[in-house]
């Protein structure tokens, strides 16, 4: 019975979809000619591998200083033992503030993603929204998002359409056309109809690493 069901749903809802009209755009190869974006991606992630260069750094004097107390701590009587157990204890302190101030949700990582990062990708989304009511679209894909495309025909494809309207948004240089492409000038690339329909590779996101080092550390801080 729940297989009945869950068939009737698919077939409703392909058939819903399919009387929309569709659209599939791009938003990797989108970024991918912006410029600022990508400024603002490296600024992001030159500031991400230094506060992970002061955590691990901070993680190795907490590491090698426990090690050293826990070698001499039958040495150790009255205020002097209390003096080393604080020192570490500050320490795992310190790691567990980094942590959660910097990588956890909301923490810096997360401030500076939203200020220097969304914003282009808010307007790529405001134009996408733009450009589906202009064409009347009730369903539109992102193809590099994790959805498989195996064959497009292009007047799907409304990956330029969306390009060209975001830089229209953009604020654009008052230089000429020589400096056009320094960073700060949106740039359009002249093989934009000769643009590969495979996915580009996507940009570089640190989250996943910065959740595997942020787990690593809180199990090392936790024993």
């Known amino acids: ?26 938003t990797n190869y989108i970024l991918s000619k912006l410029p600022q974006y990508k400024e603002a991606e490296t600024r992001l992630n030159t500031q991400v591998a230094q506060w992970q260069g002061d955590l691990q750094r901070l993680q190795n004097e907490y590491e090698t200083k426990k090690a050293a107390f826990e070698s001499e701590k039958v040495l150790l009587v009255g205020d002097q033992l209390k003096l080393r157990e604080k020192e570490i204890s500050d320490l795992e302190n310190n790691i567990r503030n980094s942590i959660n101030g910097r990588f956890g949700t ?79 000038a949106p740039v359009l690339n002249n093989d934009r109809g000769t643009r590969s329909r495979t996915a580009p590779t996507k940009t570089n996101n640190p989250k996943a690493s910065q959740q595997l080092k942020t787990e690593s550390l809180q199990m090392e801080v936790a024993k």
């Open 1 to 26: 019975m729940k297989k009945l069901v869950l068939a009737f749903a698919v077939c409703v809802f392909s058939s819903t979809a399919f009387a929309q009209k569709m659209g599939v755009v791009d």
């Open 106 to 184: 909301g923490g810096e990582i997360d401030q500076l993603r939203a200020s220097l990062v969304k914003p282009y990708q808010d307007q790529i989304w405001n134009s996408i929204e733009t450009m589906s009511k202009k064409n009347s679209l009730g369903i539109v894909f992102d193809k590099s998002n994790n959805t498989s495309v195996l064959f497009l025909d292009k007047k799907y494809d409304y990956t330029d359409a969306v390009l060209d309207l975001l830089v229209k948004t953009l604020p654009k240089s008052n230089t000429d056309t020589k400096n056009n492409n320094k960073v700060g």
